[in-house]
């Protein structure tokens, strides 16, 4: 099946200008999963991009190795947030504010690219595994992604590639980290209790919106 062979994918902001490659890519090397967390919701909601929400508010992500993401234009107009002080990573475009990845520190060599990046195309990387957090989705989801069975095998899944990322090198080169210093190669705001209060009230569950 050719589906099982490894391929280059393009990543691309919505305007173009963020433009870059995630090298090797096929169901079995890396996840494709959808979120349907808060905290994703409200960086889609921050961006001003809940466009790009499906319908119970979940967001598509590819999680891939760092040294197999790279952008070769417009890395230097992407931005990172993070939600609070220790939150994650979440990196953008700042030319037209695509969500471009989720990242904790580069002492974990995984890079949550953004399904916005793929256009649509998501064939190379398979089918959505499973779904995360559905509890917090903005109204109730019920496909199988969100099945305990689906969640077991993902997350077994999951360990075996960072596992191999980690035992092969995968985290360097990091697409949003200085090798050495470890500091993030691109200005990072970190949202204000009150900001990330504010976003809360457009994220679900809509019977515990705080
Ligand atoms: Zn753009
Ligand atoms: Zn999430």
Redesign the pocket.
Known sequence: MTSSRTKDVELA??????HGVLRRASPSAVNHCICYCDDCQAFAHHLGRADLLDVHGGSDIVQAAPADVSFDR?AE?ILGVRLSEKGMFRWF?G??N?PVANTLTPAVPFVGLSGALFQGAFDQVGPVRAAVQAKLATSPVTTGETGAVAQARMFAHVARLLLGWKLRGKGWPNPFFEAGSLAPRRPVTVLTPAERQALRATCGPPTARR
Request: aromatic share 0%; proline share 0%.
């Open positions: 902001c919505r305007c173009g200008g963020v417009g107009s475009s030319c037209c695509t």
